[in-house]
């Protein structure tokens, strides 16, 4: 999203290219003409506005993952959380997730992991503030635990690069932009109470208080639900998978069991940014050759004791019976 | 696994942006504590008696992995106590401590008060829960779904998640409890 945000200054945004910065919208509201000495600023006032692309308060992802979550929640069916077989289910996806997310660079953060009820496609996803999703039919796919584990590693690894709070941060930026060329030909996207906040945060390190901006709060949680559509790009997803292979060596789950999840996914059709998934295989087996050290330096890798144990029975059974739960493989390399 | 050489290593992890990676570090070097409960042994083993509990972000001295179990380190912990930890409970980077410390990213607080107080838990934050509720029907049902899987989550505490790693036979890097106990620590114990 970086290189978004580059390409919309390079241009200089000419039509949007309206200070950020001290504006009272109120004043600009079906005042265009008024408006036009603010409009020949250019790119001077794009550079204000990316004043908004900081690293955002706990509280602020808090806010935007919780509201991201919810519609992750509501397009999967909800969570598969009714019975007392699916809230055990839950615990032992919860319990393989935040062993994973403890050895993760962000280990302060309380992590939640959620089954949907999805039966259809096989899908993992995550929200920032430490929300990771996983659809049933992932469940019901998966062989072992270090399987399960990789999926929730690899959305772990988006969590803690922050991938979505780029998207989110673009959507800050041109909201800002947007807002403002808007309001100066009498089309307003947000009202000028939100406006200004975002107007103030420029003043104030950039971040905002969403839990107290409710329109803010809907309005960015939809743009960035909208970018998250089209999927990360190669560069993000490759990042994700090698930090989610630092996790699994890091809790002792043999990384050959993240190459069998990759190989059982479907290319994502509906995300045109995602890469295929021979590609990540190929980097990723690249990857793991490069992961040894020399004798006289700590060694932050293991590469002996690796396993991948046995789904959990009978925690997985409301998803597979015990008789078909997977066999367990003590793979040491 | 194919060995390469350092520099090839560090200039391929150094390109992939990734952190934790790319410092190497060698004997009386600095190491950062990964994981909440993390057990300083007497010796190289998870079945040693504790001699001090570290939490996450607290920072040790490398002294060299022992000669016959590789996988444990000895290090020297804050106030210079030593012992023996495992290999993964270890980090070079370390790792963003976000909740305890101030919005300028100064004032750190103590992390064994941290992991003590409880400050971590969660809830769906008020301003999402009224977002889910605005829209209502599916939304506000997710709501509900995500308010109460938080709550069950409180329950899952470091001890059950370090009983599952010792029967799955993982690697026993979250420690079930941020005290020493005052008998041999249990690295074995059952199911959940």
Redesign the interface.
């Known amino acids: 999203m970086g290189s978004r945000l580059k390409m919309l200054a390079m241009l200089g945004v000419g039509t949007l290219a309206v200070s950020c910065r001290g504006v009272d919208f109120n004043t600009l509201v079906n005042k265009g003409a008024s408006a036009a000495p603010q409009l020949a600023k250019g790119a001077v006032e794009v550079v204000e506005c990316k004043k908004l692309d900081v690293e955002p ?3 602020e992802e ?6 991201l ?3 992750f ?2 397009r999967g069916g ?2 598969m ?1 009714s019975t007392a077989e699916e ?1 055990k289910l ?3 996806v ?3 997730g ?2 994973l997310a ?9 992590w ?1 992991f ?1 089954v949907l009820n999805d039966t259809e496609q096989f899908n993992a996803l995550s929200a920032p ?2 929300y990771v999703l996983v659809t049933r039919r992932l469940l019901m796919e998966v062989d072992n ?1 270090g399987q399960l584990a990789g999926a929730l590693a690899h959305e772990i690894a988006h969590g803690v690069l922050k991938h979505a709070i780029r998207q989110y941060n673009a959507q800050k930026v041109d909201a800002c932009q947007t807002a403002q060329g808007a309001k100066a030909v009498g089309k307003a996207v947000l009202s000028a109470l939100s406006a200004n906040t975002l107007l103030a945060a420029l003043e104030t390190g950039g971040t905002l208080d ?5 329109e803010l ?2 309005y960015l ?1 939809e743009k960035t639900l909208a970018a998250f559509d089209e999927g990360n790009g190669p560069k993000l997803e ?2 994700a998978d ?2 989610a292979v ?1 996790l699994m ?5 043999d990384p050959a069991a993240y190459l069998g999840l990759i190989s059982k996914m479907t290319d994502v059709k509906n995300q045109k940014n995602h890469p295929k998934k021979q590609e990540r295989r190929d980097k990723l087996v690249a ?8 004798a ?10 690796l ?1 991948s ?1 046995k789904l ?1 029975q009978p925690d997985y059974a409301v998803i597979r019976p015990a008789s078909s739960s997977g066999v367990a493989k ?1 793979s040491v ?1 | ?4 050489t ?1 520099a ?2 560090t200039a ?2 150094l390109a ?6 790319a410092a ?4 009386n ?1 600095p ?1 950062y504590v ?3 409960n993390t057990r300083v042994q007497q010796g190289p083993s998870s079945t040693a008696d504790t001699v001090v509990i570290l939490q ?2 607290e920072k040790v001295t ?1 002294k060299g ?1 022992d000669p016959k179990n ?2 444990w ?1 000895q290090v020297e912990a804050p106030g210079g106590k030593k012992g023996f930890v495992f ?2 409970n ?4 370390q ?6 410390t101030d ?1 300028d990213g100064t004032r750190q607080l103590d992390p064994k008060k ?1 992991v003590a107080s409880g400050a ?3 809830a ?9 509720k ?2 209502k029907g ?2 506000e ?3 509900a ?2 308010k ?3 709550k ?2 409180e329950q ?1 505490t ?1 001890e ?2 370090a009983a ?2 010792a ?5 026993p ?2 420690g079930p409890s941020d005290k020493v106990a005052s008998k041999k620590s249990s690295g074995k114990k059952g199911g ?1």
């Open positions: 308060t706990v509280a808090y806010a935007l993952g919780g509201a979550a919810i519609h929640v509501q909800g969570l959380f809230k839950h615990d032992y919860n319990i393989v935040k062993n403890a050895q993760s660079l962000r280990p302060t953060l309380n939640t959620g503030g430490g635990e969403l839990d107290n901006e409710p709060l809907a949680t490759f990042e090698r930090m630092q060596l890091s809790a002792g789950y990857y793991l050759d490069t992961l040894k050290g020399t006289d330096e700590f060694p932050e890798v293991a590469t002996e004791g396993r144990p959990k003590d390399k | 696994m194919r060995m390469r350092r090839a290593v391929a992890v992939l942006g990734l952190p934790g990676m190497a570090v060698r004997v070097d190491l990964k994981a909440k996450p972000g490398w992995a590789k996988q380190h290999q993964t270890l980090s070079t980077t790792p963003n401590m976000e909740l305890v919005k941290f971590a838990v969660k769906l934050s008020p301003g999402a829960e009224a977002y889910g605005g829209k599916d939304y049902k997710a709501v779904d995500i109460a899987l938080e069950r989550n899952l470091p059950r998640i599952h790693v029967e799955a036979g993982l690697f890097v979250v959940n």
